[in-house]
């Protein structure tokens, strides 16, 4: 319907601006993650009347350094990975968008990033047969997000031998994994009434928020690499 269609037109709206800051916004060695920002903040609100639930949130990842890097004074390099993952609402505050994109700096992606991506896209695939399995007349009644997941990682093992877990998993105690996932409900507020999808954390809210700070978002709209 014509909801379905907006909120399509928002999300196209959200990502070709991420696209166009990680291609054509950025000089190596000069632009700062916070100058990327406030480029993105700046187009969205002042021209094309959006709102931002969240900064654009650009961090960069970089080889041999652990953890992601951002702020006014992380300059963008040659050979970072940089991922923006953003909020935005329109049409009257009616609609909320909450979209991933990631970009690397060079003229060649390295094998490993594009095998990485590749993976998380099949993840994604996943994802959607779960989210469809939900919606099929033999689950009319429809399905928890732990029904979800459980049904996901049966998938990923099945398929591909994959192992689903933590964020955080290989590191300290934690079990070593394929993939990890998160997902949240989204429409009249960013995270918005409905089931929290995670992978490798025990059913139950407060094991979550104990959690929430670590949570990586593989869903969304992060299917491209943009080559810079």
């Not at 996932?181 to 094991?207: C, E, K, L, N, R």
């Amino acid at each position: 319907g014509t909801m379905l269609k907006r909120y399509r037109q928002l999300t196209r709206m959200g990502y070709e601006l991420q696209k166009s800051a990680l291609t054509v916004g950025i000089q190596p060695g000069q632009t700062t993650t916070e100058d990327l920002n406030f480029a993105m903040l700046t187009q969205a609100e002042r021209y094309l009347g959006l709102r931002s639930t969240s900064s654009p949130a650009i961090s960069i990842f970089r080889r041999g350094v652990t953890g992601s890097v951002s702020g006014p004074h992380a300059v963008i390099q040659p050979g970072d990975l940089l991922r923006s993952d953003w909020g935005l609402k329109g049409f009257g505050d009616a609609l909320w968008i909450d979209v991933t994109v990631l970009g690397y700096v060079g003229h060649s992606v390295p094998h490993e990033l594009a095998v990485g991506l590749a993976k998380a896209n099949a993840v994604q695939d996943l994802w959607l047969a779960a989210c469809n399995r939900c919606t099929t007349a033999a689950l009319s009644r429809g399905c928890t997000g732990s029904d979800l997941v459980s049904h996901l990682a049966d998938l990923a093992l099945h398929l591909h031998n994959w192992t689903a877990g933590s964020d955080n998993c290989g590191q300290g105690d934690e079990p070593r994994c394929d993939f990890a996932i998160f997902s949240h409900p989204i429409g009249d507020f960013m995270h918005s009434a409905g089931p929290y999808m995670q992978t490798g954390v025990q059913t139950g809210w407060q094991q979550k928020r104990q959690r929430r700070r670590h949570w990586h978002n593989l869903s969304g709209n992060a299917s491209d690499w943009q080559t810079l």
